[in-house]
C-alpha cells in the first residue's frame, strides 16, 4: 500500500541517491505534493525558513529538485521534483 511504496521511495533515496535521512524526507514531499513552497517543507520538517532554503539548494544542486516560479504570481517559487522515485 501507500506506506510501503513511501517507504520504498524512502530506502531508494538514501540508498541511491546518497542522501541524510533529512533530504530524502523533503524530497518524498516534495514527489507527493510538486509545486510546494519552502514553507511547507520548512513547516512539515520542523526546520526554519533558513535550514529549508538550505536542503532545498543541495536538493537542487544534486538536481532531484527544481526551483520554479508560481505561473499566477511570480513572488512566488515553487519547489518540483526532477526526478522519479516509485520506479
Known amino acids: ?7 520504498a521511495a524512502f530506502a ?10 533529512g533530504d530524502a524526507r523533503a524530497l ?5 505534493r510538486p509545486g510546494v513552497r519552502a514553507a ?24 532531484v529538485a ?3 516560479y508560481d505561473p499566477d504570481d511570480r513572488r512566488v517559487i515553487r519547489i518540483n521534483p526532477a526526478i522519479d522515485l516509485s520506479d
Open 1 to 7: 500500500g501507500y506506506a510501503d511504496a513511501r517507504s
Open 12 to 21: 531508494k533515496a538514501r540508498r541511491d541517491l546518497n542522501m541524510g535521512d
Open 28 to 32: 518524498i514531499f516534495i514527489c507527493e
Open 40 to 63: 511547507d517543507i520548512a513547516a512539515y520538517l520542523g526546520i526554519t525558513a533558513a535550514g529549508a532554503t538550505a536542503l532545498i539548494d543541495r536538493l537542487v544542486e544534486r538536481g
Open 66 to 68: 527544481t526551483r520554479d
